[in-house]
């Protein structure tokens, strides 16, 4: 079955276009009987489906129906690894096929901008080109099945203290530089077939009702074709939403947002062009939903959670290794004391709308058992909820430490710590577990550190007592198991950092910028997030963006670049140096050091992956075009690439370059256009006004004056139509108006 859109769209009541604009409950569309029109679901996600069978709600609270828990984005973004998530979106859809569901909602492709944003865990990184990368690749590998996926929260939702009300304010460079091309990324690469829009303001305009978001950057700068729909609640005013571009409100909002449509129709304030057009994407959506829906579909969980597993193994990144003391051998050597209620009983995804219920879950203790010829003996240590240290739990953990030859202590943030809703108090572990560390150490210094969060944490004040520190984010469900083939050597390590780890919660850059006051949050640190920001302050850091160890190395050799036009090929060789098989993340960060305006120290710009065996070599090439050069130019309104010499630095994370080189660039010729009130300095170096402005001078007082090297610069910085006005300045203020006539049209 497929629908006549312009015949329904003719046939269709002015009340019923509205009511199409509505959700029929918590999940569905809302149907047209009378005329065939069906309603589709739809269901959270974005690392596993979350279809309520029974009573619906938001947050999770009602039980879904079993499905397969991948690891949360937080853990994803650490694989730097597109085509793992092409084949994880396309088990997502063919998820959502078996339970009739039409769209997933997912990825968030939000910037970490605070490590205390509560719903970090769902969003990949402080960086916007890898997350986009990894939103495309997910959303492409969900849409492969017919099922559509929902890009959110667009946009500028990097906070969840008063997250429905907050107006993020930012200038429109940051926006685009920073919180927009992970969204713009995904919908040129990906088109795809639903954006929800966020709850928050942006510069004190809600994100539901913006021409300038939803319509005129969204849709007619980046192309996007689909249908925008509303975060849950996140409708302020109905009738302003059409018109500027959100087309469907969920959930239903018991037919109160379809009488304010009618009421503005009817009132003349909302064309009913504006209802046809949402009307048109709504029943669009129902179109090419429909041919993946047919009932009995199935889908092989085993291979699903072996995919999962595969998944978590690759999310895990290896921060420290000292001494080589991972990976354990499986089958020599003394007993392994596996120490940490997350060991047994394991955090495996955040809560909130996203909380899946898993078809089956892996705990590391029981993944250890299986797979080690070694003893493993356990103490839980800690109560997982619990702010206090338990006496009896703390002096058994010591005592297996004690006797073991090598302890794994499992650390991590209770479920209460994050979750959708709240932001995070503080940065830190529970106390009661870093005081269980110090005993553990202090009776086996063979220490290796599990860690279980959505969150980055504080690492700095207790990692000097572990020799190895493997962060294990959120691994879903079959992250017991991966992490046993981490901590084994079944699998190498190949996880890398997609966010920085600061030596101190103050050392971040929004310190006295979030999570706000008085209903409004500066983005005051602009562009400088994460990585950025610790360039630029040259700021010491725990690990850096990008960071992460092998159980093998590699070298970097032969850098070759290529520039053609504003584009450039980046070339070089890898070479694994080391004893086993291993995958490498290559990483390519462009400096720009003369441009006019302030740009950070190195910005990611490319990535790619090397596996390799002992020994062997690959030459690979990463593709630069000219947006890694360009930077968004407020004035001109577009991306502006200016020429001269560009940096690029290629490495195995940000503070971990192995070879540079520059590139010459002719750039876009960009002039900025002439005004009365530009600088002098503005008019000198126009490459036509400025001779003519020098003419006009001649050899008299005022060259002098502008040319003196004590007071010229503060001359130059006069506007010239100002200057103009000074006795014996031998140009006149008409003169001034004539030649921003003559030089602008050229």
């Known amino acids: 079955m497929r629908l006549d859109i312009p015949a329904l769209l003719a046939a269709l009541?002015?009340?019923?276009?509205?009511?199409?604009?509505?959700?029929?409950?918590?999940?569905?569309?809302?149907?047209?009987?009378?005329?065939?029109?069906?309603?589709?679901?739809?269901?959270?996600?974005?690392?596993?489906?979350?279809?309520?069978?029974?009573?619906?709600?938001?947050?999770?609270?009602?039980?879904?129906?079993?499905?397969?828990?991948?690891?949360?984005?937080?853990?994803l973004a650490s694989t730097w690894n597109p085509e793992l998530l092409v084949?994880?979106?396309?088990?997502?859809?063919?998820?959502?096929?078996?339970?009739?569901?039409?769209?997933?909602?997912?990825?968030?492709?939000?910037?970490?901008?605070?490590?205390?944003?509560?719903?970090?865990?769902?969003?990949?990184?402080?960086?916007?080109?890898?997350?986009g990368e990894l939103g495309a690749a997910l959303v492409n590998g969900v849409q492969s099945q017919g099922v559509g996926a929902s890009l959110k929260h667009f946009a500028a939702n990097n906070q969840e203290t008063e997250r429905m009300t907050i107006s993020?304010?930012?200038?429109?460079?940051?926006?685009?530089?920073?919180?927009?091309?992970?969204?713009?990324?995904?919908?040129?690469?990906?088109?795809?077939?639903?954006?929800?829009?966020?709850?928050?303001?942006?510069?004190?305009?809600?994100?539901?009702?913006?021409?300038?978001?939803?319509?005129?950057?969204?849709?007619?700068e980046w192309g996007f074709e689909g249908l925008v729909v509303s975060d849950w609640g996140a409708v302020n005013r109905r009738d302003h939403g059409v018109a500027a571009g959100l087309d469907l409100e969920m959930p239903s909002s018991g037919g109160a947002g379809t009488q304010v449509v009618l009421d503005a129709v009817k009132a003349g304030t909302l064309s009913e062009a504006d209802v046809d057009r949402a009307v048109t994407r709504v029943l669009t959506l129902i179109d090419r939903s429909l041919p993946a829906l047919a009932p009995g579909q199935t889908f092989d969980a085993e291979a699903h959670h072996t995919l999962a597993r595969e998944a978590a193994a690759a999310s895990a990144v290896l921060l420290k290794n000292e001494g080589g003391l991972l990976p354990l051998d499986p089958r020599t050597g003394g007993t392994i004391a596996v120490i940490g209620e997350f060991a047994r009983s394991p955090r495996f995804q955040g809560a909130g709308s996203s909380q899946v219920n898993p078809t089956r879950v892996d705990s590391a203790l029981d993944a250890?058992?299986?797979?080690?010829?070694?003893?493993?003996?356990?103490?839980?240590?800690?109560?997982?909820?619990?702010?206090?240290?338990?006496?009896?739990?703390?002096?058994?953990?010591?005592?297996?430490?004690?006797?073991a030859e090598v302890a794994v202590l499992f650390l991590g943030l209770p479920p209460s710590y994050e979750s959708e809703?709240?932001?995070?108090?503080?940065?830190?572990?529970?106390?009661?577990?870093?005081?269980?560390?110090?005993?553990?150490?202090?009776?086996?210094?063979?220490?290796?550190?599990?860690?279980?969060?959505?969150?980055?944490?504080?690492?700095?004040?207790?990692?000097?007592?572990?020799q190895a520190v493997l962060e294990g984010w959120l691994l879903g469900q079959a992250g017991g198991a991966a992490t046993a083939d981490l901590l084994l050597g079944a699998a190498d390590p190949a996880g890398r950092l997609a966010e920085t780890v600061p030596v101190r919660f103050e050392d971040n850059p929004t310190i006295g910028a979030f999570p706000g006051e008085l209903g409004h949050v500066r983005y005051g640190e602009g562009l400088l997030i994460g990585y950025r920001w610790y360039d630029a302050h040259r700021l010491e850091v725990a690990y850096p963006f990008g960071h992460g160890l092998s159980y093998t190395t590699f070298a970097y050799s032969d850098l070759a670049l290529q520039a053609d036009g504003d584009t450039v090929?980046?070339?070089?060789?890898?070479?694994?140096?080391?004893?086993?098989?291993?995958?490498?993340?290559?990483?390519v960060y462009v400096t720009d050091p003369q441009a006019t305006v302030f740009r950070p120290e190195q910005e990611l710009r490319a990535f790619t992956q090397a596996v390799l065996a002992p020994g062997e070599s690959t030459?690979?090439?990463?593709?630069?075009?000219?947006?890694?050069?360009?930077?968004?130019?407020?004035?001109?309104?577009?991306?502006?690439?200016?020429?001269?010499?560009?940096?690029?630095?290629?490495?195995?994370?940000?503070?971990?370059?192995?070879?540079?080189?520059?590139?010459?660039?002719?750039?876009?010729?960009?002039?900025?256009?002439?005004?009365?009130?530009?600088?002098?300095?503005?008019?000198?170096?126009?490459?036509?006004?400025?001779?003519?402005?020098?003419?006009?001078?001649?050899?008299?007082?005022f060259t002098a004056m502008l040319s003196d090297p004590t007071n010229g610069q503060m001359m130059r910085a006069i506007p010239l139509q100002r200057l103009s006005r000074f006795p014996g300045f031998p140009v006149t203020e008409p003169d001034v108006d004539a030649a921003v006539q003559r030089f602008s049209a050229r």
């Open 368 to 403: 250890l058992r299986a797979a080690a010829d070694r003893e493993v003996t356990f103490a839980p240590g800690f109560v997982i909820e619990s702010e206090q240290a338990d006496a009896a739990l703390v002096d058994e953990a010591v005592r297996v430490a004690r006797e």
């Open 168 to 220: 993020a304010d930012a200038d429109e460079r940051t926006l685009r530089e920073i919180y927009f091309p992970a969204f713009e990324r995904v919908v040129k690469q990906a088109q795809p077939w639903t954006v929800m829009c966020s709850y928050n303001k942006i510069n004190g305009t809600y994100a539901s009702e913006d021409p300038w978001l939803l319509t005129q950057v969204l849709r007619d």
């Open 619 to 701: 030459s690979v090439t990463l593709s630069l075009d000219s947006r890694a050069f360009a930077f968004w130019h407020e004035t001109a309104g577009r991306w502006i690439v200016e020429g001269g010499t560009f940096g690029i630095r290629v490495g195995s994370s940000s503070r971990d370059i192995r070879l540079e080189g520059t590139v010459e660039l002719s750039g876009d010729g960009y002039l900025a256009p002439l005004a009365p009130e530009s600088s002098v300095d503005v008019w000198l170096e126009h490459p036509a006004a400025g001779p003519w402005l020098r003419e006009q001078l001649g050899e008299g007082m």
């Open 87 to 131: 084949r994880i979106g396309e088990a997502l859809g063919r998820e959502c096929r078996a339970e009739e569901v039409a769209v997933l909602l997912g990825p968030g492709v939000n910037m970490k901008r605070s490590p205390l944003c509560g719903r970090n865990f769902e969003y990949f990184s402080e960086d916007p080109l890898l997350a």
């Open 13 to 75: 009541t002015l009340e019923e276009k509205a009511g199409l604009l509505d959700g029929a409950d918590f999940w569905r569309t809302q149907p047209v009987e009378r005329l065939g029109v069906p309603g589709v679901m739809v269901t959270d996600g974005p690392h596993g489906l979350r279809k309520q069978a029974g009573d619906s709600d938001h947050v999770g609270l009602n039980d879904s129906v079993p499905a397969t828990c991948f690891p949360p984005a937080a853990g």
């Open 421 to 466: 809703g709240y932001d995070r108090a503080h940065m830190d572990l529970p106390a009661q577990q870093i005081a269980l560390l110090h005993a553990v150490a202090d009776a086996n210094p063979r220490l290796v550190v599990v860690l279980s969060n959505g969150s980055v944490v504080t690492l700095t004040p207790w990692q000097d007592r572990a």
């Open 569 to 587: 090929q980046v070339s070089l060789t890898v070479t694994n140096t080391g004893e086993r098989s291993g995958r490498e993340t290559v990483q």
